[in-house]
Nanobody, 116 residues
Framework: QVQLVESGGGLVRAGGSLRLVCAAS????????MGWFRQVPGNEREFVAT????????YYADSVKGRFTISRDNAKNMLYLQMNSLIPEDTAVYYC?????????WGQGTQVTVSS
């Protein structure tokens, strides 16, 4: 089992920045493939960014490329999402996801609201 707890969401003006944090426990963090997703009520959950177990490979959705940065600290069991140049369209609940041996684990989400 893997437990994930997100934090760092909040209300920010357009152009501002936030850093989301996902704290993981229950399994060796360095064995987990990690990612961030987001969801707006009434819409499907969408991919934001993903990072390999070593941190050496990252992928981003086109909508956030150049503005968001995903990173991890395997020594602290932490996953991060640095979000810069935020726009109102980034408003959503952001979820942390872990994958191990085809099993998926999700956090409870953290709300990000960007005002215009």
């Amino acid at each position: 089992q893997v437990q994930l707890v997100e934090s760092g969401g909040g209300l920010v003006r357009a152009g501002g920045s936030l850093r989301l944090v996902c704290a993981a426990s229950g399994r060796a963090f360095s064995s987990l493939h990690m990612g961030w997703f987001r969801q707006v009520p009434g819409n499907e959950r969408e991919f934001v960014a993903t990072i390999s177990w070593s941190g050496g490979t990252v992928y981003y959705a086109d909508s956030v490329k150049g503005r968001f940065t995903i990173s991890r600290d395997n020594a602290k069991n932490m996953l991060y999402l640095q979000m810069n140049s935020l726009i109102p369209e980034d408003t959503a609940v952001y979820y942390c996801k872990a994958v191990f041996s085809s099993q998926e684990y999700w956090g409870q989400g953290t709300q990000v609201t960007v005002s215009s």
